[in-house]
């Protein structure tokens, strides 16, 4: 099999089908960046992402995306011409062809077709919650490094998974998240904090329920690690599992069986869904 360190992945745009948008995107982006007097990584702080990201978007190696754009329109002074594009930049998206790692893509067709996902973090921000800034902070810290255009892939990747909440009918969503992940300021300051907002405007979804595990609980039933509950046609219900990115899909029913138990007491000992956006409210409000 051949290592995917040797052959060079398609970038996003290519990946799209929309190489000449991205591009040209990016250099006008740049071209009013600069014309605006702002460094990369002064822009970067005004829409929440770091210098590498900001040069990799106005090279066209990095989607840019259409809050972004937003953003930028009011900032740059672009009088309207970047916001014009949202549109076709929404479609782009919407084509998207997701490729995930060959060890991963079994779960994630399982994932793509499931009736529940139920999802146990004790780690990080489980992905289906991520945002891209945050993602792209977990994949640039990867080891052994990943070069900027696989960064850039699997946080395309990533970003494409979580279409799902826009799926109707849609497939019901709980998470128990520990008070850990919450605290842990992935990416620095300005990524946690809007990483923070993202979960409290997906935990108010109607087809999600968000719970924390406080930290101060005395009996925690699930301390081997995080894991996910799917369940899929006909009512069948599978685990997963990873551990340094080596993946188990679990489907022996008494190992079902111990994971669905665990994430029973789980819910029960986390504080309750609202009680839980209430919390991470007030952990966003301390940053």
Do not use: C
């Amino acid at each position: 099999m051949t290592d995917e360190r040797e052959r060079r992945p398609e970038t996003p745009a290519e990946a799209y089908g929309t190489t000449g948008l991205f591009t040209a995107l990016g250099k006008m982006l740049k071209r009013l960046r600069e014309r605006k007097g702002l460094t990369q990584k002064e822009f970067g702080q005004l829409v929440g992402y770091g210098p590498d990201a900001i040069s990799a978007m106005e090279r066209g190696v990095r989607l840019i995306r259409p809050e972004v754009l937003e953003q930028a329109d009011v900032l740059l002074d672009a009088g309207g011409m970047l916001k014009d594009a949202i549109p076709e930049v929404r479609e782009a998206m919407g084509r998207v062809r997701t490729r995930h790692p060959e060890w991963y893509r079994g779960y994630a067709n399982l994932e793509a077709e499931a009736k529940a996902i139920h999802v146990y973090s004790n780690q990080l921000v489980p992905g289906l919650l991520q945002t891209e800034s945050y993602a792209h902070a977990l994949f640039s810290q990867w080891r052994p490094l990943l070069s900027e255009e696989v960064i850039e892939k699997r946080v395309a990747d990533r970003m494409a998974r979580q279409r799902l909440f826009e799926a109707w009918p849609s497939p019901t969503f709980s998470f128990v998240l520990d008070e850990s992940v919450l605290l842990r300021p992935i990416g620095g300051a300005a990524v946690h904090a809007k990483q923070l907002e993202s979960l409290l405007r997906i935990g108010s979804l109607r087809t999600v329920e968000l719970q924390v595990m406080p930290m101060d609980r005395e009996e925690q039933p699930s301390m081997d690690g995080p894991f996910n509950l799917l369940t899929v046609r006909k009512a069948e219900q599978v685990a997963y599992v990873e551990i340094h990115t080596y993946p188990r899909l679990i489907t022996d029913m008494e190992e079902v069986r111990v994971l669905n138990e665990r994430y029973g007491l789980l819910r029960a000992q986390a504080l309750t869904p609202n009680e839980s956006l209430g919390h991470i409210e007030k952990l966003r409000g301390r940053l």
